[in-house]
């Protein structure tokens, strides 16, 4: 129960953070869209993989509640099962691989080792884990195989992810000289 506080401040930032870089991203990519919910550019993506690394478990708490309001909400308001679904693995995706790089990569907590090359891979690895594991559970459900999307989800979530961590990198490396434990080494 320790800093539970600081906890519920984390799953809620990324509550707010993701809904919003969805809202910005439909705003602006929303021309892009392949199917409804798979995007050529999603900038989401980047979010759960920022929220991830920074807030780990409660990023991923966040994660999984602002998935579960936009799918059953906004993106399959007539399908449970795909929102249920859904939710649940673009949720694990980004915490799978967040739990891969501290054990395989040697990534610390304070991400002081995060390197821009491994944040590169990071959000490679991120995106191809979202797009099989999303395509490994319609398979499981019997909902069909969609290369076309595996591709277009893994693309919209690589660049998406991308735009999203290296901007947050140059804010990062834009703020004055006291630099927040959180800054992504170059």
């Known amino acids: 129960m320790k800093n539970i506080g600081l906890r519920c401040a984390m799953v809620m930032a990324t509550v707010v ?3 919003l870089m969805l809202v910005l991203n439909e705003w602006i990519f929303g021309s892009l869209s392949f199917v409804h919910g798979v995007n050529w550019i999603y900038l989401p993506a980047g979010v759960r993989l920022l929220c991830t690394l920074l807030f780990a478990g409660a990023g991923a708490v966040g994660l999984l509640i602002a998935s579960w309001l936009v799918c059953f909400f906004y993106f399959f308001p007539d399908d449970i099962v795909r929102a249920l679904y859904g939710s649940i693995v673009a949720t694990l995706a980004p915490y799978l691989v967040y739990l891969a790089a501290r054990r395989w990569m040697g990534l610390e907590k304070s991400l002081n080792n995060l390197t821009t090359s491994r944040l ?3 959000s490679l690895l991120y995106a191809a884990g ?3 594991l999303h ?3 319609s398979l499981l459900l019997r909902r069909g195989l969609y290369l076309d999307r595996v591709f277009v989800l893994m693309v919209g979530d690589v660049l998406g992810t991308l735009i999203v961590l ?4 140059l804010v990062l490396k834009l703020l004055p000289t006291r630099r927040s434990t959180y800054e ?3």
């Open 17 to 19: 953070i993701f809904v």
């Open 120 to 122: 590169l891979v990071l």
């Open 130 to 132: 979202n797009a099989l």
């Open 135 to 137: 395509q490994a559970v």
């Open 166 to 169: 290296y901007a947050a990198k």
């Open 184 to 186: 992504l080494k170059s």
